[in-house]
């Protein structure tokens, strides 16, 4: 086989050798732009714990139009084939929010997906590496999808389940081939497993009672009938909370108005709590059944063969939900160490309890984030999946 | 077997631009009243689609000297410059022409085309031409019928142009053409850039000042005068069918090459001169353009005033800085039905379609007269702004600020305005495809694949039906009441939509080749 002519320098000589026969090219048009959203379907073929997304979602994710992150940031998405056949996809993003709020330079790769072939993996990510450098930037991160505020980490521990909704999942070869690649560990997130039928550790709902009659905290559910008020004010805690998080950016208001309204549909309001100190919202727990479990039942799509059998399917599965993911819980500047998120934490696990569930998922959190970390653990959870984001100098 | 009429009649386009109503080429003008208001169906309408920059069309000074030369010389000269078709009035014009534009000699030419094909006499197997990728099919001719070898910059791009000039064998023979003013979006050429360029790698310029000459300029000699780099250009270009009122072009430089091109170029050898009238037209029209120069400047301030009118609307009025204005629609089948409601509010102007400019960029192309009136000015933009609204391409209200435009004033040095963005093309892969079906896509799939389209259009139906918002749900119920309220609108939304369906939306071939 043909090498390709790459100066042997030592940062490349341990790289897998560039396979002659693959092309990449970015994806122009909407035949590819399917290929591009159907090609997984071949490589999860034999996982029992993919979901498979509903392809209208996908697309209306990749529509600039649609995706209120295309308001601001840049995506190429590149196809890898050999003889016709595609066998990699990877996306290049520039996330001009991401450099303005961490001041660097750094761009993502994501959407990633490849049969397993190293040598194809690096054509992609050599890819998506020449596309941001030729806009500038001197580092590449990733697997984003496609920004830290949508999902982001690629899967390397706690293949033995389902993803929880909005959470990515992978094969596990991935983790290897990235590695063979040059790519570095920047950092793993964490998703901790908690079930209801186990009681709380009695210490923390002492002490965490104590704290309510003390700080005078009172929790409630989200108003659904003020909704846009609600989703203004769940924005300035979720803005504060994270600010200085690694990775975060804020949300634009379109990007939280988006997400608020794909969240509504399936969330509960008992399960989307306020707590408020005298009067003034201070912390939120947002947690929303696993729609993953009902999506998975669709199998991709709503109609087959014009007939909404997807959609009953879809309807029929959402009725047996019996999982939750808490996605946000978020604290004011100025009131955490408190105990708040310990509140908030009973509270949801009781409303769950009383609401059937069986448990659930808590994620993602930052792996250094040990403030939050323990308290999680501090409530019996278990750490169930591991994902890492990697990086690589451009 | 194939027969080589069977492109004509397997063209589809044609016979469905017809059946629509959509088709807006060949307009029969019934008559004309003063050049800026014309009949076309028995309607009236005021004429911004023609080239006739200073109105001596319809000047009645122009007229009597055209009337006058064929009473004393007939209707034609019946042959070619070189043997009988030659008369005094073709030298005095040439003369004339040479004294305006500063140059040793000029030649008169039967047509601004064949001008144009002229050039190809000069061009030897050896030399090498850089030329516009925008510039006028004519010229993109005129190279074609030489033996020479074609180096196409990208448009103004001046980089491009000395990456292929440095490239290119020194020891070749090189000329440098571009258009002055580029007809469909108005821009200049970057004169003093070429210039430069042609002193350091040795190669001649040529101008073509069709739609400048008469227009730029203190003088209204052109792109040249306008960048006081007369001396500079070699050859210059005009024809008389713009400014002029009349028909015809001339080609003007030193002797020796104008003589050369005289006795060789093929399209003035082998074909009939200039008729009598159309030479007195321009002779008459040439002394106003001298006599008159409050002509150019009202010329330029309708631009002024007609560009910052749309603007102020929400309208693009591109990078044009010349009374070329062209409005930017985007959609082809938009640009259509725009240029239809248009007609029927009275006014005339043309729609560009690609493959004249890139696709998804179509527009509506308006030029003016001196000689037109502020009233109808006004009309105008009021007509443009009703239609506008009423086909989605601006906004209900107008925006609280708009660029306004620089125009290319005498002592000025604008090349074109800022690119603004709805022009930049998308630079994102994902928008740039909609994804539209054709017949002939469609009669290649098989069965399978049909089904598979109709079952991918039920899914994405209940795809948005699932997605629907209280809100969306809202807005549904007074859907009935907008549509009828729309109903005038409806046949024409459902063309647009439709029509989608069956025409190639240009997307072969980016750049414009055959333009006008």
């Known amino acids: 086989m043909a090498l390709p002519a790459e100066p042997s320098s030592p ?19 909407s035949t590819e732009k399917m290929q591009f959203i159907r090609f997984p379907y071949g490589i999860y073929k034999n996982d029992p714990n993919w ?20 308001q601001y940031g840049e995506v190429e998405l590149f196809l890898a084939r050999r003889g016709g056949e595609v066998v990699g996809r990877i996306a290049a993003i520039r996330n001009p929010r991401h450099m303005e709020v961490h001041g660097t330079k750094e761009g993502f790769f994501g959407l990633f997906e490849c ?3 190293a040598g194809i993996t690096r054509a992609l990510l050599d890819a998506a590496a020449a596309w941001l450098r030729e806009r500038g930037m001197n580092a590449m991160l990733g697997p984003a999808n496609v920004s830290s505020n949508q999902d982001w980490g690629l899967l390397i521990d706690g293949f033995d389940t389902p993803p929880a909704i909005m959470m990515p999942h992978n094969p596990p070869y991935y983790a290897a081939l990235l590695e063979a690649c040059g790519l570095t560990k920047a950092k793993d997130l964490y998703a901790f497993e908690l079930s209801s039928s ?14 309510r009659v003390r700080e005078g905290v009172t929790v409630r559910p989200v108003n659904m009938k003020d909704l846009d008020a609600e989703v203004k004010r769940i924005r300035d805690i979720y803005n504060s909370a994270w600010e200085k998080n690694w990775g975060f950016v804020p949300f634009t208001d379109a990007e939280f108005d988006h997400l608020a309204k794909d969240l509504k549909a399936i969330v509960r309001p008992e399960l989307a709590l306020m707590a408020e100190v005298k009067g003034e919202p201070v912390a939120f727990a947002l947690t929303v059944p696993d729609a993953n479990q009902a999506i998975k039942a669709a199998g991709g799509r709503l109609t087959h063969f014009g007939l909404p059998i997807g959609l009953a399917k879809l309807l029929l599965a959402s009725r047996r939900i019996n999982r939750l993911r808490l996605i946000i819980l978020g604290i004011k500047e100025g009131y955490r160490r408190r105990g708040l998120d310990a509140i908030l934490y009973l509270d949801t696990l009781r409303t769950a309890k009383q609401l059937g569930y069986v448990g659930g998922e808590i994620s993602w ?3 250094d984030n040990h403030l939050v970390n323990r308290a999680i653990e501090s409530m019996g959870a278990q750490r169930s999946k591991t994902y890492r984001v990697y990086q690589r100098s451009l | 077997m194939s027969d080589v009429f069977d492109k004509c009649s397997n063209w589809k386009d044609y016979r469905i631009a017809k059946a629509t109503g959509l088709y807006p080429y060949f307009r029969a003008i019934e008559a004309s009243h003063g050049a800026t208001e014309v009949e076309i169906e028995g309607r009236r309408v005021v004429m911004v689609g023609s080239n006739n920059y200073l109105g001596l069309s319809a000047d009645p000074r122009v007229k009597e000297a055209a009337i006058k030369a064929v009473e ?6 019946s042959g070619s410059r070189l043997l009988n078709g030659t008369l005094a009035l073709h030298e005095e014009l040439e003369a004339k022409l040479a004294k305006f534009l500063n140059r040793e000699a000029a030649i008169v030419i039967s047509t601004g085309f064949q001008t144009n094909l002229a050039l190809a006499s000069i061009l030897g197997r050896h030399d090498i031409v850089f030329s516009d990728r925008q510039n006028h099919a004519s010229l993109v001719d005129g190279i074609r019928l030489s033996f020479a070898t074609e180096r196409k910059f990208r448009h103004n791009d001046m980089d491009h142009l000395e990456q292929l000039l440095a490239q290119a064998e020194p020891n070749a023979g090189k000329i440098i053409v571009t258009d002055g003013v580029f007809s469909m979006e108005g821009d200049l050429c970057n004169l003093p850039r070429i210039v430069e360029l042609a002193k350091h790698y040795n190669a001649r310029v040529m101008t073509d000042d069709a739609h400048s000459m008469g227009v730029l300029g203190d003088k209204g000699r052109g792109t040249s005068e306008y960048f006081g780099l007369e001396k500079e250009t070699d050859l210059v270009m005009g024809t008389f069918s713009k400014s002029f009122a009349s028909l015809g072009g001339v080609l003007a430089g030193p002797f020796e090459v104008i003589n050369y091109i005289r006795h060789k170029a093929r399209s003035v050898i082998f074909s009939a001169s200039m008729t009598p009238a159309s030479i007195a037209a321009a002779l008459k029209a040439l002394e106003i353009i001298e006599a ?21 609307m929400g309208f693009d009025t591109g990078v044009s800085v010349t009374p070329v204005v062209p409005v930017h629609i985007g959609d082809q089948v938009k640009c259509f039905r725009f240029w239809r409601a248009l007609h029927e509010a009275g006014v005339f102007a043309n729609p560009v379609i690609p493959p004249a400019v890139e696709a998804g960029h179509a527009l509506i192309r308006t030029s003016y007269m001196a000689t037109h009136t502020d009233a109808q000015l006004d009309r105008v933009l009021d007509t443009f702004e009703t239609i506008g609204r009423k086909l989605n391409v601006i906004p209900e209200t107008r925006p609280t600020v708009y660029e306004p435009v620089k125009i290319a004033r005498p002592g000025t040095r604008v090349l074109h305005n800022k690119a603004s963005e709805t022009w930049a093309a998308g630079s994102a892969g994902l928008l740039a495809d909609k994804g539209g079906l054709t017949l002939e896509q469609l009669s290649r799939m098989s069965s399978r694949e049909v089904a598979g389209k109709l079952f991918d ?6 795809w948005r039906a699932a997605n629907l918002q209280p809100d969306d749900l809202r807005k549904l119920g007074n859907a009935p009441m907008k549509l009828w309220e729309k109903r005038g609108e409806l046949p024409g939304l459902l063309l647009e939509k439709g029509a989608h369906f069956f025409m190639r939306n240009g997307t072969n071939g980016t750049q414009s080749e055959d333009r006008n």
């Not at chain 1, 997304?53 to 992150?69: A, G, I, S, V």
């Not at chain 1, 186990?198 to 704290?211: D, G, H, S, T």
């Not at chain 2, 259009?457 to 209940?462: G, S």
């Open chain 1, 11 to 29: 940062a490349t000589a341990s790289l897998p050798p560039l396979p002659s026969d693959v092309q990449v090219t970015p994806v122009r048009g």
């Open chain 1, 51 to 70: 979901v498979m997304p509903l392809e209208m979602e996908r697309k209306d994710f990749l529509d600039p139009k649609k995706n209120p992150f295309f």
């Open chain 1, 115 to 117: 049969v397993n072939d």
């Open chain 1, 198 to 211: 186990a009681a709380p550790p009695e210490k923390v709902v002492r002490i965490a009672e104590k704290l």
């Open chain 1, 365 to 367: 959190t930052l792996e």
């Open chain 2, 72 to 77: 004393k010389f007939g209707t034609t000269c």
């Open chain 2, 292 to 312: 008159e120069p409050q002509r150019r400047e009202r010329l330029l301030d309708i631009a002024e005033k007609m560009h910052n009118g749309f603007r102020a």
């Open chain 2, 457 to 462: 259009a039920v899914e994405q139906l209940t």
